[in-house]
């Protein structure tokens, strides 16, 4: 999985905030990837 690559990127993003019930910051959308595997800041 390319984390780099939108498209595979926005279905785990959209999981994630859909179940967290609540708007999440880009800092704790960062820390749901390990540090050498997180997305470059453009893609998120």
């Not at 595979?8 to 967290?20: G, I, T, V």
């Amino acid at each position: 999985m390319n984390l780099n690559e939108p498209r595979e990127l926005a279905p785990l993003l959209e999981a994630f905030l859909l179940a967290s019930g609540k708007p999440q910051t880009l800092e704790r959308l960062y820390e749901l990837f390990e540090e050498g595997e997180r997305p470059e800041p453009p893609v998120v």
